[in-house]
Antibody
Framework: EAQLLESGGGFIQPGGSLRLSCAASGFTFSGYAMSWVRQAPGKGLEWVSGISDGGATYYGDSVKGRFIISRDNSKNTLNFQMNSLGADDTAIYYC??????????????WGQGTLVTVSS | DIVMTQSPDSLAVSLGERATINCKSSQSVLYGSNSKNCLGWYQQKPGQPPKLLIYWASTRESGVPDRFSGSGSGTDFTLTISSLQAEDVAVYYCQQYCGSSTFGQGTKVEIK
């Protein structure tokens, strides 16, 4: 069964950094683009970043220059380095599998999410 | 960025009745490569991640009950639940995926 499992969330002070990871299993990870989608408490969904099968990266305006997405196909792992965190970054962060190798950010598999709370 | 606007924000429907959710995009979401609309619908139940229901505006994802259907083209789209069941209580999101990705604000569906 295909599965995504996020880790690394937690409580962090404003200006701090956090690294999220997503472990993939049950499908050929290297053949698909992956994304991070976040959801602030009680709010809607916001796509924040994506990476193609070959490593091309994409960012939403709200995180560009602060967050870095990467992948390790040898370990079936997606990573997300989050820097200069602010209160607006407080959210559940979902790892999501795209339906193709890249260019079509439609998500057919989601992890359970990891909560990031930015507060002093 | 393409802005997606859903209506209504919430609706209450009796069991067995039809539920209709609308989604409007700020510009056309026609995908050049296949002339289809890059419009998807997701269902999110409390405490769960979203689940893909519909893609290319009208194609049902494998395993999704046929009471869920999608329609529309260009900038105006609709998700219809033909006969609401108790397990359909959720928030529904539309999403455009033409290159980048943006979601509507969500529509909460409840039982009347």
């Amino acid at each position: 069964e295909a599965q995504l499992l996020e880790s690394g969330g937690g409580f962090i002070q404003p200006g701090g950094s956090l690294r999220l990871s997503c472990a993939a299993s049950g499908f050929t990870f290297s053949g698909y683009a992956m994304s991070w989608v976040r959801q602030a408490p009680g709010k809607g969904l916001e796509w924040v970043s994506g990476i193609s099968d070959g490593g091309a990266t994409y960012y939403g305006d709200s995180v560009k220059g602060r967050f870095i997405i990467s992948r390790d196909n040898s370990k079936n792992t997606l990573n997300f380095q989050m820097n200069s965190l602010g209160a607006d970054d407080t959210a559940i962060y979902y790892c999501a599998k795209e339906v193709s190798a890249g260019g079509i950010p439609l998500f057919d598999l989601w992890g359970q999410g990891t909560l990031v709370t930015v507060s002093s | 960025d393409i802005v997606m606007t859903q209506s209504p924000d919430s609706l209450a429907v009796s069991l067995g009745e039809r539920a209709t959710i609308n989604c409007k995009s700020s510009q056309s979401v026609l995908y050049g490569s296949n002339s289809k609309n890059c419009l998807g619908w997701y269902q999110q139940k409390p405490g769960q991640p979203p689940k893909l229901l519909i893609y290319w505006a009208s194609t049902r994802e494998s395993g999704v009950p046929d009471r869920f259907s999608g329609s529309g083209s260009g900038t105006d789209f609709t998700l219809t639940i033909s006969s609401l069941q108790a397990e359909d209580v959720a928030v529904y999101y539309c999403q455009q995926y033409c290159g980048s990705s943006t979601f509507g604000q969500g529509t909460k569906v409840e039982i009347k």
